[in-house]
């Protein structure tokens, strides 16, 4: 068998090969038994005490928690934001029609970033947004996902009232 030498070209499109399946493997979940949901977010179409009904924001997200590790991971991805503004985002006990609080590993504890689940959406110009994070593994069965208003309230100078009211929800179902 003979090797010809690798030109640059080719040995670009071996790293990119690489490189792709290495970041495949790496987002995928850790093994067969993953615990995986994902909801629709759409905004609220009733009224109801603090709601925002009709706010054109809709977003996808992912709860990846794989059976050999104790964390899962939340990802977002939202859009029909208000450019440059800041959104808080919480799972919720119960569905969307529950209208309950937020989700918390320790239920009489605080509600803070290390007893809940927050994500953070900052909207670019096009009014899209998106963050993932890794929490303790939690059981997502049952749950929602909730956009807020407002940014959650460790990253304002003055947190009275924040994240404000709810503008989208999503019920977290298992993948199909």
């Not at 709860?63 to 859009?79: F, G, L, N, Y």
Request: include cysteine; glycine fraction near 10%; hydrophobic fraction near 40%.
């Amino acid at each position: 068998m003979t090797h010809r030498p690798v030109g640059p070209r080719a040995a670009v499109i071996a790293l990119t090969a690489a490189a792709a399946l290495a970041v495949a493997s790496a987002t995928s979940p850790a093994d067969e038994g993953a615990s995986v949901f994902r909801a629709d977010l759409v905004p609220y179409t009733s009224e109801r005490s603090g709601v925002v009904v009709n706010s054109g924001v809709s977003a996808r997200a992912t709860v990846v928690a794989p059976a050999a590790k104790d964390t899962s991971t939340v990802r977002m991805h939202a859009e029909g934001l208000t450019p440059g503004q800041s959104y808080g985002v919480h799972v919720h006990f119960g569905g969307c029609s529950a209208f309950q609080g937020h989700f918390r590993y320790v239920t009489a504890g605080p509600g803070t970033r290390d007893n809940e689940v927050w994500l953070d959406l900052e909207a670019n110009p096009a009014g899209r947004a998106h963050d993932q994070v890794k929490v303790p593994r939690f059981a997502a069965a049952g749950l929602s996902l909730v956009i807020h208003e407002k940014a959650n309230p460790d990253r304002v100078a003055d947190p009275v009232g924040f994240p404000g009211k709810r503008i989208a929800c999503g019920n977290l179902l298992p993948r199909p």
